[in-house]
């Protein structure tokens, strides 16, 4: 399995570009970097049985967000278009920014 760098990191809008929920934008909640996946919010929903335990006695179906491979998402821009990230050097500093802007990314 390939670990490469990921430009992504949590905070980012981004919009995913295939599976289910192609279209679909959140905001990065977190990032495996060994796995090359995220999790974004409200993307990805999955459902989860659980049994009736003493923090929850009732147990029934828990909704929650699952990891999406990094390479099914994009950074959205300013505009709201998706985007690929590059990185250069300003004021001895390295910054993200986006390719279709030319802007700085935080």
Known sequence: MHSG???IKS???VIVLAG???GKTGE???VDRKNNRAVVGGVNMVK???KPSAQNPQGGIKEFES???ISNIAILDQ???PSKIGYRMENDKKVRFS???NKTLS
Do not use: F
Request: charged fraction near 40%; aromatic fraction near 0%; proline fraction near 0%.
């Open 20 to 22: 289910k929920d192609k």
């Open 5 to 7: 760098k990921t430009k």
């Open 99 to 101: 390719k279709t802007t």
């Open 11 to 13: 905070g980012d809008s």
């Open 28 to 30: 990065v909640l977190s």
């Open 48 to 50: 989860k049985h659980t």
């Open 79 to 81: 505009n709201n278009k």
């Open 67 to 69: 990891s999406i491979h």
